[in-house]
T-cell receptor
Framework: KNEVEQSPQNLTAQEGEFITINCSYSVGISALHWLQQHPGGGIVSLFM???GKKKHGRLIATINIQEKHSSLHITASHPRDSAVYIC?????????FGAGTRLTVKP | NAGVTQTPKFRILKIGQSMTLQCTQD?????MYWYRQDPGMGLKLIYYSVGAGITDKGEVPNGYNVSRSTTEDFPLRLELAAPSQTSVYFC????????????FGEGSRLTVL
């Protein structure tokens, strides 16, 4: 079993829908990242959080340390949000990555 | 500000050939990393460096070598390429080792035939 599990693996939504991507981890962590990988491959960091909640535009990331779970929410989704979203955790001085969630938002 | 720059973006190698993936960053980050990304799998750490002259193995180092002669550059060398090294490679850098935000290059897609 992977130390970082994401669900769902694939997600298709209609433009305007509220989207939730989940991340569960089984190791102790010092921080959790949400990354975005667009078609064409580049990866950018969306959020780094170790507690609570962060918001940037239409994106919201939450983490529950006790439950070892994080969620990434996208409000009013748009086709340009189509990408692979990757959850990664810092644990024991190493970063461990989930396999990613492929999101497709249809117009 | 270019961030992290990787070259080449695409390369096809024959079994047994060698090549170097170049990575340079202009953010004066001490920490640099090489990852590989295989379909359906999370990114795996190949090698990392905590500063010029200092490198260490990650989770999947076999078949690769690195060097770090300057803060800016962190090339990854593939010796005797094998089909198992077909992957997408990402270079990244960060300003601190633990819980530091990672800045990624655009990736290099390597195919070994």
């Amino acid at each position: 079993k992977n130390e970082v599990e994401q669900s769902p693996q694939n997600l298709t939504a209609q433009e305007g829908e509220f989207i939730t991507i989940n991340c569960s981890y089984s190791v102790g962590i010092s921080a959790l990242h949400w990354l975005q990988q667009h078609p064409g491959g580049g990866i950018v960091s969306l959020f780094m959080l170790s507690s609570g909640k962060k918001k940037h535009g239409r994106l919201i990331a939450t983490i529950n340390i006790q439950e070892k779970h994080s969620s990434l929410h996208i409000t009013a989704s748009h086709p340009r949000d189509s990408a692979v979203y990757i959850c990664a955790v810092w644990s024991n001085n190493d970063m461990r990555f989930g396999a990613g969630t492929r999101l497709t938002v249809k117009p | 500000n270019a961030g992290v720059t990787q070259t080449p973006k695409f390369r096809i190698l024959k079994i047994g050939q060698s090549m170097t993936l170049q990575c340079t960053q202009d953010m004066n980050h001490n920490y640099m990393y090489w990852y590989r990304q295989d379909p359906g799998m999370g990114l795996k750490l190949i090698y990392y460096s905590v500063g010029a002259g200092i490198t260490d193995k990650g989770e999947v180092p076999n078949g690769y070598n690195v060097s770090r002669s300057t803060t800016e550059d962190f090339p990854l060398r593939l010796e005797l390429a094998a089909p198992s090294q077909t992957s997408v490679y990402f270079c990244a850098s960060s300003y601190r080792r633990v819980a530091g935000e990672l800045f990624f290059g655009e990736g290099s897609r390597l195919t070994v035939l």
